[in-house]
């Protein structure tokens, strides 16, 4: 009885030691922000203090890329760690199976002695019924598979009042932005307590539309004027393939283009809602000092996909271009020898990397099924780390902007595979290492040749795990069809979904009130 009784002391010392040995793990989401966005990023025109200081004291990864770049299906990726059409979860598709979100990394982390909490914008369902609008129901989202959760429901509100786990810090902080940071020393008081690490995750609506940034940092951009980028406008997408000119990136989202002014004052409120979360991120930091778990908190940010702002005409996000794929990846190890940090890495990363890594930092083994590499790897050993290509998809929208695309560390391949009377299917191929701003398709080049092929076997191989791995619900298997490049107009027929091109409510009203105008115009003639 005795020595029974000595084994159970000892295994509760040794599960107490290692809880106190694994690391506090800070997960941080911003939403919509480009990577070019980020002072760190080599961009003298915004001002994010904090997230430059993160990546001098971290590893910054130059080429991180949302294999989905849109909000709902690349939240879901970045919990499981698989690429969407193995998620099974996007706008127009369906919700995470709970099946799946059980094998997502809070969850996991929580299983293993982690006591993990949630804030922000969750932004998909966890549900087994087919209808991804079910993100706008509580009942659809898993909020006691957190021990805390602040979450909100659907895009939730920049003002923090109207989110109902945070109304309560709405009178110190009326923009949700600095509440998620009060939050999170709330978090971390309560976390302590129990004795175990810590997992938070915090995934700001900033700097989602709409455009509102919190008046607190006015003063920040006052009389700024800001120079566009080197491919801005229409005169730099007349290369683009057509398919992609088709949809709501390119066709609404007018603010970007409507004006010199319009574009000035939708630029700044974007850049002054990044340095609120970038002031948020100071605002941890600050406390994790106070409440002595610096030391052993290591700290993720990055973002769900990137932004066009105005690039080869474009606005919004969902393509596999560079400004709306890519997003800023900071990882920040406080265990790291001083002398190995500040550190960038070139490498290809991507969001289905963030739970495996997570999870590794937390000794934990990742699940078989997740296709994210463990970034500790690239970090500690780069030449170790193999992997040099991703796949990027976009898998939601009218029939013409669905298409697949390969991206290494200088070149990038994109298949679009839409074909009617009036269109071709097109290929891109970009020499990125030289050509970032994508102003040169070279497919047609004959120095380009041996290249090409190169990245159309790479993207054949992608499509081949695809075609053996994609979920059989929620309308995934079809792409084994549609992204095939030896599929014929025929074949993928049966697979389109005819939704016609997509314009803003905007645009759509101004179209109701030109036509209203006209009739009345009409009317008073004949009167």
């Known amino acids: 009885m005795k020595k029974i009784f000595l084994s159970l002391i000892i295994c509760t010392i040794t599960a107490s030691s290692f809880a106190q040995d694994r690391p506090n793990i800070i997960f941080l989401l911003s939403d919509d922000q480009t990577n070019i966005a980020t002072g760190c990023y080599g961009n003298d025109q915004v001002v994010t203090p904090n997230m430059d200081t993160l990546a001098k004291e971290g590893v910054l990864f130059e080429n991180h890329y949302n294999t989905t770049a849109i909000c709902m299906a690349s939240r ?28 997502s990394y809070p969850v996991l982390l929580r299983e293993q002695g982690y006591y993990t909490g949630f804030a922000g914008k969750f932004g998909l369902a966890v549900s087994d019924e087919g209808n991804s609008t079910r993100h706008n129901s509580w009942d659809a989202l898993p909020i006691d598979d957190f021990d805390n959760w602040a979450g909100g429901l659907g895009q939730t509100s920049y003002q923090t009042s109207k ?8 009178e110190k902080y009326p923009h949700s932005t600095r509440a998620y940071a009060a939050w999170a020393e709330d978090f971390v008081i309560e976390a302590k307590q129990t004795g175990k690490p810590f997992a938070m995750s915090i995934s700001f609506k900033a700097p989602h539309m709409p455009f509102s940034p919190d008046q607190y940092f006015d003063y920040v951009y006052e009389g700024k004027t800001y120079k566009k980028p080197g491919n801005y406008g229409a005169g730099n997408a007349t290369h683009i393939a057509p398919q992609a000119k088709t949809g709501r ?18 630029i700044k409120n974007y850049n002054q809602l990044i340095h609120g979360v970038d002031y948020a991120l100071g605002m941890i930091r600050k406390m994790l000092e106070e409440q002595g778990v610096a030391d052993n908190t290591i700290i993720i940010f ?9 690039a080869h005409n474009m606005g919004g996000k969902v393509l596999p271009y560079e400004e709306a794929s890519k ?21 290809i990363t991507a969001n289905i990397d963030m739970a495996p890594t997570i999870l590794r930092y937390a000794g934990i083994e990742p699940p078989a099924n997740m296709d994210g590499e463990d970034l500790r790897l690239l970090i500690e050993k ?7 290509t991703v796949a990027l998809t976009n898998m939601w929208g009218n029939d013409e902007i669905q ?3 390969v991206v290494s560390k200088d070149w990038k391949y994109i298949f679009w595979n839409y074909e009617d009377d009036n269109m071709d299917t097109t290929e891109e191929l970009y020499h990125i290492g030289k050509d970032r701003l994508e102003m040169t398709n070279k497919v047609n080049d004959p120095s380009a040749v041996k290249q090409l092929q190169i990245m159309r076997s790479i993207y ?5 795990k695809l075609k053996k791995e994609a979920t059989k619900d929620n309308l995934y298997q079809k792409y084994a069809v549609l992204f095939d490049r030896n599929a014929t107009a025929e074949d993928k027929k049966p697979y389109l979904i005819g939704k016609p091109d997509q314009s803003p409510k905007k645009e759509k009203k101004n179209k109701k009130n030109k036509t209203k105008k006209n009739k009345n115009k009409k009317k008073n003639k004949k009167n």
């Open 249 to 266: 990136q390119y066709k609404g989202y007018t603010f970007w283009r409507d004006s010199e002014e319009s574009y000035q004052e939708t």
């Open 382 to 388: 780069p030449r170790k780390f193999k992997r040099e």
């Open 163 to 170: 989110n109902k786990y945070m109304a309560k810090y709405a």
């Open 302 to 310: 990055t973002s769900d996909n990137g932004y066009s702002c105005g």
């Open 76 to 103: 879901a990726v970045i919990l499981t760690g698989m690429y969407e059409y193995k998620a099974g979860c996007n706008f127009d598709h369906g919700p995470l199976r709970k099946e799946k979100f059980a094998k």
């Open 403 to 405: 298409a697949m695309g």
């Open 327 to 347: 997003s800023p990846l900071i990882i920040y190890d406080p265990r790291t020898p001083i002398k190995e940090r500040g550190v960038r890495r070139e490498e």
């Open 460 to 464: 054949d191989e992608q499509l081949d």
